[in-house]
Nanobody
Framework: QLQLVESGGGLVEPGGSLRLSCSVS????????IGWFRQAPGKEREGISC????????YYVDSVRGRFTTSRDNSNNTMYLQMNNLKHEDSGVYYC??????????????????????WGQGTQVTVTS
C-alpha cells in the first residue's frame, strides 16, 4: 500500500530555514514525479515544486524559486524540501505528493493539468517573528 509520511514542519523566524521530509513506502521513487504543495489559510492549495526523479527536471513557482530546493534520496525512498530565507507568506500546510508512471512533465502537476495519485497528510509551517 502506497503511503507518504511527512515530517519537519514547525515554527521559524523570517530568514530562517526548514527542511521537510516525506517518506514514501509501497512504491519506488526511482521513476516518478514528486511534488510539494502549500495551502495558506483562506487560499487554495498551490503547487510550489514538482520534480521528475529520473532526470531531476524540476519546476518551482516564482515565489519560491531560488529559496526552495526539492531533492530525493532513492536509497531510503525519501523526498525533501529545503526551504531557506523563509518569509511570512511561506506559512501554511505543506503537502508532499507522488505519481508513478506514466508521467506528465513536472510543471503539469504543479499547475494542476495532471493530478498526483498519492498525498501526504500535511505538515504545518509557520513563519513568525
Amino acid at each position: 500500500q502506497l503511503q507518504l509520511v511527512e515530517s519537519g514542519g514547525g515554527l521559524v523566524e523570517p530568514g530562517g530555514s526548514l527542511r521537510l521530509s516525506c517518506s514514501v513506502s509501497g512504491f519506488t521513487l526511482d521513476t516518478s514525479v514528486i511534488g510539494w504543495f502549500r495551502q495558506a489559510p483562506g487560499k487554495e492549495r498551490e503547487g510550489i515544486s514538482c520534480m521528475r526523479t529520473s532526470d531531476g527536471e524540476a519546476y518551482y513557482v516564482d515565489s519560491v524559486r531560488g529559496r526552495f530546493t526539492t531533492s530525493r534520496d532513492n536509497s531510503n525512498n525519501t523526498m525533501y524540501l529545503q526551504m531557506n530565507n523563509l518569509k511570512h507568506e511561506d506559512s501554511g500546510v505543506y503537502y508532499c505528493a507522488y505519481d508513478p508512471p506514466p508521467l506528465a512533465p513536472p510543471f503539469y502537476y504543479c499547475k494542476g493539468y495532471s493530478s498526483f495519485g498519492s498525498w501526504g497528510q500535511g505538515t504545518q509551517v509557520t513563519v513568525t517573528s
